[in-house]
């Protein structure tokens, strides 16, 4: 198919309830949404980045900067019937892999409504309802922790994921412990801890939390391996693992028994499948982590979540625990057991609102071959 036209719109939408993390709290959800036309169809795609650089280096801004001047001229008028080919074309682009994952997944859209399939199935996904888990920011108490975890596994969630930071981790699981008992939970530091933590580490494994996730440096494995080492409990890698080598690595030194996929930290779906293809080699369960996405994102990240080693519940959650009003119909909705159903109408399966993304789009650029 010969791309014709490459549709970039940057918008906000407010967050139903903030989300704040030891790296900073987010009260609006910033996004590109790529639309990529061809032959009569529109492929959605998401760039799910933030306004300032504290997850990710990457920010509207530069996402922007780098799509509009270097990504989209690339992708422009070229014929593309695989995926692959746009790995391929965008190659020569270091890094800034927000910035290409926007426009992969739209043309992975794009060609999987060409063929008439549902993006799950192009992407060799085995499942048809997907586990769902919820991620919880800090709250500003316990008993508002407590109130909002309750309400997420009267929901259905599957597992809970509390987000921590020095001084709002072991009596807060305490806490959660001896109010909920033994339900599903692990933790999130997003780079919070340093190896001095170690102690705190070891004593959080008599709370059988399934994981801890990035507990050290954004972008280290060894000391990562180092405190694997001396705790129980098994460590996940997010930041960390930004492609398949990061990944063999990590396994290979022992950094972290779980990996977090985000196909937008990896630079788009084509690079997310490999690595979740060399974990399912090695042994290692993976799960579908999430950037706040819109509905746009979302059906990505449900497709991606199909695939057969997605053996953990992930970190997709229904529209409404994010937003009044998301950008797709139908909604994704959380099912009574705490599933969620993979989309299988062609392509992601979900229509957009072009109504509801306009008044949201606060800056819109269109390429034309
Ligand atoms: O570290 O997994 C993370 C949200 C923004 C930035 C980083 C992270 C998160 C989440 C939210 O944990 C997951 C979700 O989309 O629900
Ligand atoms: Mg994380």
Not at 84 to 105: C, D, F, I, T, Y
Not at 275 to 298: A, F, M, N, S, Y
């Amino acid at each position: 198919m010969r791309i014709e036209r490459i549709t970039l719109r940057c918008i906000q939408m407010p967050l139903r309830h903030p989300f704040r993390t030891s790296f900073g709290q987010e009260q609006t959800k910033h996004a590109i949404i790529v639309a990529v036309q061809s032959a009569g169809l529109t492929g959605y795609g998401e760039t799910p980045v933030a306004s300032s650089p504290l997850y990710s280096y990457e920010t509207t801004q530069t996402a922007w900067h780098i799509q509009r001047d270097f990504l989209v001229p690339r992708l422009l008028r070229q014929e593309i019937t695989r995926p692959e080919q746009v790995v391929k074309l965008l190659s020569a682009v270091r890094g800034h892999p927000m910035a290409k994952m926007g426009l992969e997944a739209a043309i992975w859209d794009l060609l999987a409504k060409a063929r008439g399939c549902p993006l799950s199935q192009m992407l060799g996904g085995t499942r048809m309802r997907i586990p769902c888990g919820v991620s919880i920011g800090i709250q500003p108490s316990l008993p508002a922790l407590l109130e909002r975890i309750g309400d997420f596994l009267a929901e259905g969630y599957r597992r809970i994921k509390l987000k921590i930071e020095p001084g709002w981790e072991l009596a807060v699981v305490k806490a959660v412990r001896a109010e909920f008992g033994d339900v599903p939970l692990m933790l999130d530091a997003n780079a919070a801890f340093s190896l001095d933590d170690v102690p705190l580490f070891q004593a959080l494994d008599a709370y059988n939390l399934m994981m801890v996730e990035q507990p050290l440096d954004h972008d280290d494995l060894y000391e990562h391996s180092l405190l694997q080492r001396q705790i129980k409990t098994p460590i996940c890698l997010d930041e960390s693992i930004r492609h398949r080598g990061d990944a063999r690595a990590a396994i290979e030194w022992g950094s972290c028994r779980i990996i977090n996929i985000k196909a937008a930290r990896m630079g788009g779906l084509v690079e997310a499948r490999r690595v979740h293809d060399l974990c399912q080699e090695q042994g290692l369960p993976v799960w579908c982590g999430g950037l706040l996405e819109t509905g746009v994102g979302r059906a990505h990240n449900v497709a991606l979540a199909s695939l057969s080693n997605f053996r953990l519940p992930g970190d997709i959650s229904a529209s409404d625990r994010y937003f009044e009003e998301d950008i797709v119909h139908p909604l994704f909705v959380l099912n009574p057991d705490g599933t969620m159903d993979v989309p299988s109408g062609e392509g992601i399966g979900v229509e957009v609102k072009a109504d509801l993304l306009q008044r949201l789009t606060v800056e819109e650029a269109v390429f034309e071959m």
